[in-house]
């Protein structure tokens, strides 16, 4: 045997193995990632090798059980050689017509095997899609259910700014879920949050599958109108939005996962103070007082109008009332006149003056010798010898 006949027996030895047990799990990511860059390398070459070796699992079982027929290389290799067509059409036709209900729907199914998230009292994960919208940017939607229906008050933005008046008086729509979006920007396995925000919404459930008593397939859940209106006068919007939207700016070297963990936690928190009845306030709300608090101390004094009557003078004394010049200075005629002075004489000054002959005079001396020591503690030089 020759070295060309060994080399291209390894060689098929070599593509035998690869096409069983690792191109038909690549085909199957490049279907639910189709973007080559969507996933690490190593994430889509592990995913590769387990669903090739599931993938000849199935074929096996298929050939043996359904159609009958034997486990012969060459069978194997024909349903092979089919389902990598198969993929490899249905991949072209995701990276040229981005459908993105299909990828949606398998976004679904992939997230909820590996999204792992904090448990929280009462708000939990529905479900969880992704799709790529740009180059580097994937679109992330989180369903989120609190439990409860509470009422979903609400603010005009345009109005806020420029009065008193935003909140949007009840009847308040009520609903338990809230659509989180987040925008993630990725590039050399670098990942950020492009943008956030959180939406209540109204949602519908599609009937389960039955067969008998047994249920096939539950029903999916779909958003129906998201609690928002924006047009070229008005944006109405939800009074905690500000509130998620300064959080993703103030926590943005976060990743996804801790994000949306925050998220959750913030969103139980109101869920929960609504249901006890002491309702978180919103940055809006706080905003708001805080503005009124400073238009009252910053508010100008106002003057009491004068009136033309002539108010009735009251018997009563005023007694904290200012006195008036002519009682002011009959107040000093009146103590000036009580004041007895009849009995002082010069000499009731005298005793002052031997109180002022006793203090003692320090001699020119005595100040000399002060003032030599003053000036040698005042003298640095001992300081530099």
């Not at 679904?108 to 792992?116: E, F, G, L, S």
């Not at 106002?302 to 200012?322: C, D, G, L, N, Y």
């Not at 006793?358 to 002060?370: A, F, G, L, N």
Request: neutral net charge.
């Amino acid at each position: 045997m020759d070295i060309v006949s060994i080399l291209f027996a390894g060689l098929q030895v070599i593509f035998g193995l690869l096409s069983l047990f690792f191109i038909p799990g690549f085909v199957i990511t490049l279907v639910y990632f189709p973007r080559l860059a969507e996933i690490g390398i190593i994430p889509r070459l592990i995913y590769s090798v387990l669903f090739s070796i599931g993938f000849v699992i199935v074929t096996v079982i298929f050939l043996v059980g359904v159609l009958g027929v034997d486990t012969s290389s060459r069978n194997v290799y024909l349903v092979v050689a089919v389902f990598l067509a198969l993929m490899l059409v249905t991949w072209l036709f995701e990276v040229f017509s981005l459908n993105k209900a299909i990828r949606k729907n398998f976004s679904r199914v992939i997230n909820a095997t590996r999204d792992r998230f904090t448990p929280t009292a009462m708000t939990v994960v529905v479900w969880h899609e992704n799709v790529r919208s740009e180059r580097n940017q994937n679109d992330h939607s989180y369903l989120i259910d609190v439990s409860e229906e509470i009422d979903i008050q609400q603010v005009d933005e345009y109005k806020w700014k420029i009065s008193d008046d935003a909140l949007v008086p009840p009847p308040h729509p009520r609903t338990r879920y809230f659509e989180l979006f987040i925008r993630e920007y990725k590039e050399n396995g670098l990942s950020l949050i492009d943008d956030l925000q959180v939406y209540p919404v109204l949602v519908t459930k599609k009937p389960d599958i039955k067969f008998l008593r047994f249920i096939l397939k539950r029903g999916s859940y779909i958003i129906t109108e998201r609690l928002y209106k924006k047009d070229r006068l008005t944006e109405i919007q939800w009074i905690y939005s500000h509130d998620f939207h300064l959080f993703a700016i103030i926590h943005s070297q976060d990743t996804l996962g801790q994000t949306v963990d925050q998220i959750l936690v913030k969103l139980d928190e109101i869920a929960t103070s609504i249901k006890k009845g002491s309702r978180i306030s919103s940055h809006v709300e706080n905003t708001q007082k805080l503005k009124d608090e400073f238009d009252i101390v910053l508010e100008k004094p106002r003057r009491i109008p004068t009136s033309t009557v002539v108010p009735v003078k009251s018997p009563e004394p005023r007694i904290f009332a200012h006195p008036t010049e002519i009682d002011r200075r009959k107040l000093q005629t009146d103590i000036v006149r009580d004041l007895k002075v009849t009995h002082v004489t010069p000499a009731t000054f005298r005793s002052s003056d031997r109180m002022i002959t006793r203090i003692k005079i320090p001699e020119k001396s005595d100040i000399t010798k002060q003032f030599a020591r003053i000036e040698e503690i005042l003298n640095d030089d001992w300081l530099y010898e």
